[in-house]
C-alpha cells in the first residue's frame, strides 16, 4: 500500500492527467495480475543434492562395555574433523565383533582422521584387538523408515561391472522380499564403484541364511559379475544417534 501511494504522489507532481491516468492504470493492471502457476516452477533437480558418505570401521573389542566409553570420549575429534556419530552395531555370532559407521562431511578430511596417532591410541586404549578394517562409502540408496527388527545383514563382494550388477540386483528383489530381506542401504567404495556394499534389514534370520546359501543365488551372482565370494555380517543395532 505504501509503494502504491508513493507512486501516486510522483503523479500528481507530474501535473499532467495523461501521467495521473497511467498510474491508475498501472494499478490497476497490477491488481488484476494473476499469481504464478506454480505448477510451471522447475522441480529441484534431485540428483543435485549433496552426496552422502559413510565411513565403516570393523573391529573386535575385548569388552564392549568398556570400549563404548572410550569411543563416546572421542566425540570431539570427531566433530573436528567433520565425522558424526551415526550407528554402532555389534556382531549376531560374536557380540565383541563391533560395526562402527558415521556420516562424514568430507572425505579426505575423514581419511586423514583415521590415520591420527591420537586415534590409534585411543583405540587400543579402548581395548580394541587388532587392526580395523576401514570403508569409505559413497552411498547410492539409503532407506531409514522404521521398523521392528534390529538384525541386520552387511554383504560385500567386488563386481566387474557396476551397471551391469545393479541391473541383476534390481531384478532380484521380489526373490529377497521372499526370503525375509529388505534392502537398506546399497553403496559403493568412494572412488571404487567395483566394491560394493549392501546392507538388508532381516526378518528372518532362517530363510535369509538359506537364501545367501542357495544355489540359485550364486548363478544371479556371477551372471551380474560379482567378483569372488561375498563377505557377510550378521549384526544387530546397539545404538543409533
Not at 522441480?43 to 568398556?66: I, R
Request: aromatic letters at 8%; hydrophobic letters at 45%; charged letters at 20%.
Amino acid at each position: 500500500m505504501k509503494h502504491l501511494k508513493f507512486l501516486a504522489v510522483i503523479c500528481l507532481a507530474a501535473g499532467t492527467s495523461f501521467a495521473v491516468s497511467s498510474c491508475n492504470s498501472a494499478e490497476e493492471k497490477k491488481a488484476d495480475e494473476k499469481p504464478a502457476d506454480s505448477s510451471l516452477v522447475k522441480a529441484p533437480d534431485p540428483m543435485a543434492a549433496k552426496p552422502v558418505y559413510l565411513s565403516v570401521m570393523m573391529h573386535k573389542v575385548s569388552n564392549f562395555s568398556k570400549w563404548l566409553k572410550g569411543y563416546e570420549a572421542g566425540d570431539s575429534l570427531r566433530l573436528s574433523h567433520g565425522v558424526h556419530n551415526f550407528v554402532l552395531a555389534r556382531g549376531v555370532q560374536d557380540t565383541n565383533m563391533v560395526m562402527v559407521a558415521v556420516k562424514v562431511d568430507d572425505t579426505a578430511r575423514a581419511s586423514q582422521f583415521m590415520a591420527l596417532p591420537d586415534l590409534k591410541a585411543a583405540m587400543q586404549k579402548a581395548g580394541v584387538i587388532g587392526a580395523p578394517t576401514i570403508s569409505m562409502l559413497d552411498v547410492q540408496m539409503q532407506d531409514t523408515t522404521t521398523n521392528t527388527s534390529s538384525i541386520r545383514l552387511m554383504v560385500t563382494h567386488k563386481v566387474k561391472d557396476w551397471a551391469a550388477w545393479k541391473g541383476v540386483f534390481d531384478g532380484n528383489q521380489a526373490e529377497r522380499t521372499n526370503a525375509g530381506l529388505s534392502d537398506r542401504l546399497l553403496a559403493y567404495h568412494v572412488g571404487d564403484n567395483h566394491a560394493v556394499t549392501i546392507v538388508f534389514l532381516v526378518s528372518d534370520m532362517k530363510k535369509a541364511e538359506d537364501f545367501t546359501k542357495s544355489p540359485g543365488l550364486k548363478a544371479r551372482m556371477e551372471a551380474g559379475g560379482v567378483d569372488g565370494p561375498p563377505g557377510l555380517f550378521y549384526y544387530t543395532i546397539a545404538k543409533k544417534y
